[in-house]
C-alpha cells in the first residue's frame, strides 16, 4: 500500500511553453501533498505544500505564479510549471502523506526545457 | 533555520560496513528519517528514529542518534552492490509534516 505516482516521467519542451505534472496517490487518500525540486548531484528543496481543496502553501523564494498547483482531491495533486525555461529543467518529485507522519514519494519528472 | 549535511560520497567494499554521517541544526526536530535514492528515481524510506531515541535496528541498518551532539548516522551492515545509491537524511519539525534533506550522501559500493 502507499504507492503514489507520477505522469509523466519525463518530458522535454520548448522555451515559453507550460507542462503540467501529475501526482496521484494511488491507494490511499492523501491529506497533504508536497512538491519538491532536485537539480542535479543536490538535494531536494521544498516548494510548496498542498491540501486538498485549498490553496498551496509556497517556500520562500518560489514564485506561485510559475509553478500553480492545484490540489482537486484526495488522491491528486498538479503542478504546472507556467512559461518554462531552460533554467526550470529539473526532477520534480512529488510525495503524498496520510495521518501519520510518513510522507510517500512519487518515482519524480525530469522536466528539460529546450 | 534548518540546516542538514551530510559528507557528498562514501566508498566501501562489498561485505563491509558502511557509515553515514548526519547533522543537523534544528534541536526540535521530531523524526529524523533515512532515505535512499537509485539513479532516475524518486526516495525510498529505508527508516526512521523518534527523536527521544538513541538507536534503532532494522536488520541491517542501524540508526544512531546523538541528540546533543545533532548527530545522526547509519549503519549498513554487509554492505552490497545494491546498496549503491545516493542516501538523504531528513528531519522534520513541529506537526506540519514537513521535511528538511540532508545534501546527500552517494555510496558507492565495490567489489
Known amino acids: 500500500g502507499a504507492v503514489v505516482s507520477q505522469h509523466p516521467s519525463w518530458v522535454i519542451c520548448k522555451s515559453g511553453t507550460s507542462v503540467k505534472i501529475e501526482c496521484r496517490s494511488l491507494?490511499?487518500?492523501?491529506?497533504?501533498m508536497f512538491w519538491y525540486r532536485q537539480f542535479p548531484k543536490q538535494s531536494l528543496m521544498l516548494m510548496a505544500t498542498?491540501?486538498?481543496?485549498?490553496?498551496?502553501?509556497?517556500e520562500q523564494g518560489v514564485e506561485k505564479d510559475k509553478f500553480l498547483i492545484n490540489h482537486a482531491s484526495l488522491t491528486l495533486s498538479t503542478l504546472t510549471v507556467t512559461s518554462a525555461h531552460p533554467e526550470d529543467s529539473s526532477f520534480y518529485i512529488c510525495?503524498?502523506?496520510?495521518?501519520?507522519?510518513?510522507?510517500?514519494f512519487g518515482p519524480g519528472t525530469r522536466l528539460t526545457v529546450l | 533555520g534548518e540546516d542538514v549535511e551530510q559528507s557528498l560520497f562514501l566508498s566501501v567494499r562489498e561485505g563491509d560496513s558502511s557509515v553515514i554521517n548526519c547533522t543537523y541544526t534544528?534541536?526540535?526536530?521530531?523524526?529524523l528519517y533515512w532515505y535512499k535514492q537509485e539513479p532516475g528515481a524518486g526516495l525510498q524510506l529505508l527508516t526512521y528514529?523518534?527523536?527521544?531515541?538513541d538507536m534503532k535496528q532494522d536488520q541491517r541498518l542501524t540508526v544512531l542518534l546523538n541528540k546533543k551532539d545533532k548527530h545522526l548516522s547509519l549503519r549498513i551492515a554487509d554492505t552490497q552492490t545494491g546498496d549503491s545509491a545516493i542516501y538523504f537524511c531528513a528531519e522534520s519539525t513541529g506537526g506540519g509534516n514537513k521535511l528538511t534533506f540532508g545534501t546527500g550522501t552517494q555510496l558507492k559500493v565495490e567489489l
Open positions: 528514529i523518534f527523536s527521544n531515541m
Open positions: 534544528d534541536s526540535s526536530s521530531t523524526y
Open positions: 510525495s503524498a502523506t496520510r495521518t501519520s507522519n510518513e510522507q510517500f
Open positions: 491507494d490511499f487518500q492523501a491529506t497533504t
Open positions: 498542498s491540501n486538498e481543496g485549498s490553496k498551496a502553501t509556497y
